[in-house]
DNA sequence: TGTACATATTCGCCAAGGCGGATACCATTA
DNA sequence: TAATGGTATCCGCCTTGGCGAATATGTACA
């Protein structure tokens, strides 16, 4: 019936906790480039949703979004101060995730490259 | 002009070897469940491809096209044995990253699950 | 060389989701 | 209370990419 051939083992990496579902979109969430460098940009210290704006270079509304979202997945923390809200990484586990994945992509980026089977040929540059 | 307000730092994290689209394409590559699913059975030993389609379900193409995409990514290697291909996790620290991932978002589960920015409200089951 | 079988690639379809622009929300300040 | 300004949400548009089915490719064996 195709289940797990070793339910025990793959439930111990997956399931205990955060089904793979889960897992899945906790990933995605650090998938699309924007939402990557507002987090590469929050690493390097706490950040209002302006700064951020002026730093990515997107829509404001489209910041604020990215920024609802890494908190939704608890990579970062907002903070209310008046008008302003500042966000900051929430976890110490945040760097460690994102030096390991970048020294795995270092490793493989000529394979990751060539990659077409994620984001096709020549990437297209998602209209100015 | 919106570029980093601390370069150094931000290329120290992300822009070293690898660049934002390259690890946003690696962290890709684990947004989908059935890859995820499949990268999890591979844990769990080498496997053949239509071991893999056995598993996860999904139609034999599509499964290639996973595991392919997962070798490319250099989350798998491949090993060619007459008519059949074996697939194995290629490198211990994928296993470190999957097991980091999946603390963070058991942390978090309540408010990943909660996060209607990814996969919307509901999350609608990709027909059966 | 023909057949069988494991894997890889191609195709059209359609949902997920990133985008900017408009606008709503809310705290500060006059 | 009205105006200002930072942030959040909503909207339609359009690309990415997952899906099965069909088909191509390649290897083993008769």
Redesign the interface.
Same mark, same amino acid.
């Given at each position: 019936m195709?289940?797990?051939?070793?339910p025990a083992?793959?439930s111990g990496?997956?399931g205990? $906790?955060?089904d793979? $579902?889960?897992?899945?979109?906790?990933? !995605?969430?650090?998938?699309?480039?924007s939402r990557?460098?507002l987090l590469?940009?929050l690493?390097? $210290?706490e950040?209002s949703v302006s700064?951020c704006v002026?730093?990515? $270079?997107l829509s404001q509304g489209r910041v604020s979004?990215h920024l609802? %979202?890494l908190?939704? %997945?608890?990579y970062v923390q907002a903070r209310r101060e008046g008008r302003w809200c500042y966000y900051r990484v929430a976890?110490p586990?945040?760097?460690?995730?994102?030096?390991?994945?970048?020294?795995?992509?270092?490793?493989?980026?000529a394979?990751?490259?060539? %990659?077409e !089977?994620?984001?096709g040929p020549e990437?297209a540059p998602r209209r100015t």
């Amino acid at each position: 019936m195709s289940e797990a051939a070793n339910p025990a083992l793959v439930s111990g990496l997956l399931g205990e $906790g955060a089904d793979v $579902g889960t897992v899945a979109k906790f990933f !995605r969430a650090l998938g699309d480039p924007s939402r990557l460098r507002l987090l590469a940009f929050l690493l390097d $210290g706490e950040h209002s949703v302006s700064d951020c704006v002026a730093h990515i $270079g997107l829509s404001q509304g489209r910041v604020s979004s990215h920024l609802a %979202c890494l908190a939704d %997945c608890g990579y970062v923390q907002a903070r209310r101060e008046g008008r302003w809200c500042y966000y900051r990484v929430a976890d110490p586990r945040v760097v460690e995730l994102v030096v390991l994945a970048r020294a795995l992509a270092a490793d493989n980026r000529a394979a990751l490259a060539a %990659c077409e !089977r994620i984001d096709g040929p020549e990437a297209a540059p998602r209209r100015t």
